[in-house]
Structure formats: structure tokens, C-alpha cells
């Protein structure tokens, strides 16, 4: 009978974890869903706020501290900016925080629906197989998003007709792989992870949809001095899609 108990206390704990961790999915799901698919219809009104703000201040608080790179972004952002009369700097950088977070959790809990919806086609079939090796392995991962520290454009374009924008991330968060048996594969739990990545999104010039999707990661290297300045705590590894 105590047995019988202890197994039934664990099922529900389990499944109490679950249910917090698909209310979570939903959440950050609809937020996405809500900031990405931008309705066309809103466009003109859009593209006239940002007219009537000045296009240099508007792309201005999109874009780290002034300086060479700072300005070279921005010329570059202007050129999106010809191109889509629509495009709003705070708009898509209040986007790009919501996917980012939103892209990590689905990695993590191997939500392939959410990751086909943020994901160009080459990303998604690189981070499948990674979900597939942990389910394969009876593994399951423990996230937890404890905030993000920056998000800055540091570079835009318009290449083969594609726009693109890439922004950088800082953030800090906890990621767990535990194996079937609950014992830790990867990460620490007790361990605040520094997340440092490059994110560049892309959205096709001859389509009418207002969607960016995530079309490659980079974890760059810090220099020396960031390093020696770097908060205590676990670095958190990159997901590798280049």
C-alpha cells in the first residue's frame, strides 16, 4: 500500500510539472503567434506612425550605442526600410525577444510544431535530429528562462531578396537534460547559465506576409576583457545552427 502510494504521488506530481510546462508552451505560443503573424491590414497604419516619428529615431532604439557598427546597422536598416515602408525597429525587436525565448523552450521541450512555425525549413530539419537523439535516449530536458539582459540589431540587409536582420541576445537561464531514470546528463540545476548568441531572421521580400523566421544562430566568441568580467556561472552552450 505505501508503494502503491509513493508511485501514485509521483504520478501526480509529474503530471502537475507537465501541465505547468504545456500552460507555458500555450502562452509563449499564442505571444508569438500574435507578434510574428502581424496582420496585413494594420501595414499603412504601421508604416505611417513610424513616418510621422521620423525614421531615425524610430530605427535609432532599435540599435545598440552609437558607433561605426551602430551606423552601419542603421544604413542598413534603412534600406529594409525603403524596401518595407511597414517596417517598425521596436516592433520587431519586441518580436525577436518573444521568439527567442519562445524558440529556446520549444528546443528544449521538443516542441517541433512551435519550431516549425518560428523556424526556416534548414534550421528546423538541424534541430530535429537533436530532439529525436533525446527522445531516442529517454531523455528530458528542465528549462527554465530567467531573463534576458539585451537585445540589440547588430547587423540588417537585403540579400537574394531576403531581408535580414541579426540581433544579439544576452540572457540567463537554467537548462537540465536528465535521463530516464531523473539523473543529470547535462547542464546544473543549481547553475545560472550566461547566454551570448547572434540570431538572424529572414523574411522574403516577394512575399506578402509580415513573418520573420529564425534562419540561423551564432554563439560568439567574447574577448578576453568580457571574460575576465564575465558574471559567475555555467556558459550556455550554443544550438549550433550556423
Given at each position: 500500500?505505501?508503494?502503491?502510494l509513493?508511485v501514485?504521488?509521483?504520478i501526480?506530481?509529474?503530471?502537475?510539472?507537465?501541465?505547468?510546462?504545456?500552460?507555458?508552451?500555450d502562452?509563449?505560443r499564442?505571444?508569438?503567434?500574435?507578434?510574428?503573424?502581424?496582420?496585413?491590414?494594420?501595414?499603412?497604419?504601421?508604416?505611417?506612425?513610424?513616418?510621422?516619428?521620423?525614421?531615425?529615431?524610430?530605427?535609432?532604439?532599435?540599435?545598440?550605442?552609437?558607433?561605426k557598427?551602430?551606423?552601419?546597422a542603421?544604413?542598413?536598416?534603412q534600406?529594409?526600410r525603403?524596401?518595407d515602408?511597414?517596417?517598425?525597429?521596436?516592433?520587431?525587436?519586441?518580436?525577436?525577444?518573444?521568439v527567442?525565448?519562445?524558440v529556446l523552450?520549444?528546443?528544449?521541450?521538443?516542441?517541433r510544431?512551435?519550431?516549425?512555425d518560428?523556424?526556416?525549413?534548414?534550421?528546423?530539419d538541424?534541430?530535429?535530429?537533436?530532439?529525436?537523439?533525446?527522445?531516442?535516449?529517454s531523455e528530458?530536458v528542465?528549462?527554465t528562462?530567467?531573463?534576458?539582459?539585451r537585445?540589440?540589431?547588430?547587423?540588417a540587409?537585403?540579400?537574394?531578396?531576403?531581408?535580414?536582420i541579426?540581433v544579439?541576445?544576452?540572457?540567463?537561464?537554467?537548462?537540465?537534460?536528465?535521463?530516464?531514470?531523473?539523473?543529470v546528463?547535462?547542464?546544473?540545476p543549481?547553475?545560472?547559465?550566461?547566454?551570448s548568441d547572434?540570431?538572424?531572421?529572414?523574411?522574403?521580400?516577394?512575399?506578402?506576409?509580415?513573418?520573420?523566421?529564425?534562419?540561423?544562430?551564432e554563439?560568439?566568441?567574447?574577448?578576453?576583457e568580457?571574460?575576465?568580467?564575465?558574471?559567475?556561472?555555467?556558459?550556455?552552450?550554443?544550438?549550433?545552427?550556423?
Amino acid at each position: 500500500m505505501q508503494l502503491d502510494l509513493e508511485v501514485l504521488t509521483l504520478i501526480v506530481v509529474f503530471g502537475v510539472a507537465l501541465w505547468k510546462a504545456q500552460g507555458i508552451m500555450d502562452d509563449l505560443r499564442e505571444r508569438a503567434w500574435r507578434q510574428l503573424h502581424h496582420a496585413i491590414e494594420t501595414a499603412d497604419e504601421t508604416a505611417a506612425s513610424v513616418e510621422a516619428a521620423g525614421t531615425a529615431d524610430a530605427l535609432s532604439l532599435a540599435l545598440p550605442a552609437a558607433g561605426k557598427q551602430a551606423g552601419k546597422a542603421a544604413d542598413r536598416l534603412q534600406d529594409i526600410r525603403v524596401a518595407d515602408p511597414a517596417f517598425d525597429g521596436r516592433w520587431f525587436l519586441d518580436s525577436a525577444r518573444i521568439v527567442y525565448e519562445t524558440v529556446l523552450a520549444a528546443f528544449a521541450h521538443g516542441d517541433r510544431e512551435v519550431l516549425k512555425d518560428l523556424l526556416t525549413a534548414e534550421v528546423y530539419d538541424a534541430f530535429a535530429p537533436e530532439i529525436a537523439g533525446r527522445e531516442a535516449r529517454s531523455e528530458h530536458v528542465e528549462f527554465t528562462f530567467i531573463g534576458l539582459d539585451r537585445a540589440d540589431i547588430a547587423d540588417a540587409g537585403i540579400f537574394n531578396g531576403l531581408m535580414q536582420i541579426t540581433v544579439a541576445f544576452e540572457s540567463e537561464l537554467v537548462m537540465v537534460t536528465r535521463d530516464a531514470a531523473g539523473a543529470v546528463v547535462d547542464g546544473d540545476p543549481a547553475s545560472i547559465m550566461h547566454a551570448s548568441d547572434l540570431w538572424t531572421f529572414v523574411r522574403d521580400l516577394a512575399s506578402r506576409s509580415h513573418v520573420w523566421k529564425l534562419a540561423a544562430t551564432e554563439t560568439p566568441t567574447p574577448p578576453p576583457e568580457r571574460r575576465q568580467d564575465e558574471k559567475p556561472g555555467q556558459p550556455a552552450p550554443s544550438l549550433g545552427i550556423a
